[in-house]
């Protein structure tokens, strides 16, 4: 309770006094200092703390261990907790520094809080029956519901709500939960379609279409909210487009990553031959179980008849060494 209090008086974020902006264009746009070119100490050092960002880790952490709640997996618990630490680094460390003055940095952040914590999270959550019930075998249904939150992302950051969401806090927050949640959906999407083929096929989806979005920034010579990534003042590193472009190879990259690490995912977690459920037809397992109670059953039924007549039950392998004994 104490957290939940301490970081609700937070969730504004910490800005210089209102009157007073820092000295610069960047200070005047953002109400932050411009930062230092970014090098390896400065990533692994820069620390903006994000208050909303770790309250949903928190809220995230407490449903899922909550009093009431059902036996959780650990493989589904670590992911979760996982998920957890990777959206608090994304949304108070390096890449919440510098989103505000590089469009390379705000396009990592937003794809990573997709690709990282919401595919994260997507994958420890159980898949809704309603949506397992409504997909099924319909791969095509499930490949559209994939498209749209990199459609959702494409579609503001091609247009002007990407300059308001850099100037309201309330609408920056909304585009990161955005992200959060698109991942969410497009792994519970995944994992709701029956067979493996049809899930690696409705995965291409949005893997190709963050491919697109990564060649078409590398080719552009159009920059995202000019207004603000172009009016920074910063000195160093390549221009604002130059950096938009750098930040396509970094959408390419972080694309090619997570699509195949997701597939091998897939790959590793596919039904063996033999254990695949089909209509009218259970598991391997599930014949051997069956013909085990089968064979109970038959025993129980033999000693029956045999108390019936007034014979002794046959001595079990372990009761005839004991009796050897």
């Known amino acids: 309770m104490g957290l939940a209090v301490a970081l609700a008086a937070m969730l504004l974020p910490a800005r210089g006094d209102a009157g007073t902006p820092p000295a610069g264009p960047a200070g005047v746009l953002t109400s932050y200092p411009l930062p230092d070119a970014p090098s390896v100490a400065t990533l692994l050092t820069s620390w903006r703390p994000d208050p909303f960002g770790m309250m949903l880790a928190c809220v995230f952490v407490l449903l899922w261990w909550r009093p009431r709640g059902p036996e959780r997996e650990r493989g589904a618990s670590v992911r979760l907790v996982l998920s957890g630490v990777v959206l608090v680094l994304l949304t108070s460390g390096a890449l919440n520094v510098y989103s505000k003055v590089m469009v390379s940095a705000h396009l990592l952040q937003h794809l990573l809080l997709l690709a990282a914590a919401g595919a994260l999270l997507g994958s420890a959550v159980a898949v809704p029956r309603v949506l397992g019930r409504l997909l099924g075998d319909r791969w095509w249904l499930a490949a559209l519901l994939a498209a749209v939150p990199l459609a959702l992302l494409a579609g503001v950051y091609a247009s002007p709500l990407l300059r308001l969401a850099l100037d309201s806090h309330a609408l920056h927050l909304s585009l990161q939960m955005l992200a959060l949640a698109g991942g969410v959906l ?91 459920t089909g209509a009218g037809h259970g598991t391997a397992g599930d014949g051997q179980a069956e013909r085990n109670e089968r064979a109970g059953r038959g025993d129980r039924a033999g000693s029956g008849d045999r108390a019936g007549r007034g014979e002794q039950p046959r001595p079990t392998g372990r009761a005839r060494q004991r009796e050897r004994a």
């Not at 994992?191 to 963050?210: H, S």
């Open 186 to 276: 497009i792994t519970l999407v995944v994992r709701a379609v029956r067979g493996t083929g049809l899930r690696l096929l409705v995965l291409a989806v949005p893997v190709v279409l963050g491919l697109a979005a990564g060649v078409t920034l590398l080719l552009t010579d159009l920059l995202m909210a000019a207004s603000w990534f172009g009016g920074t003042g910063r000195t160093w590193l390549p221009d604002a487009l130059a950096d938009q472009q750098r930040g396509g190879i970094g959408v390419l990259g972080v694309t090619v990553l997570a699509g195949g690490g997701a597939a091998a995912a897939l790959w590793i977690r596919r039904p063996r031959r033999g254990t695949e």
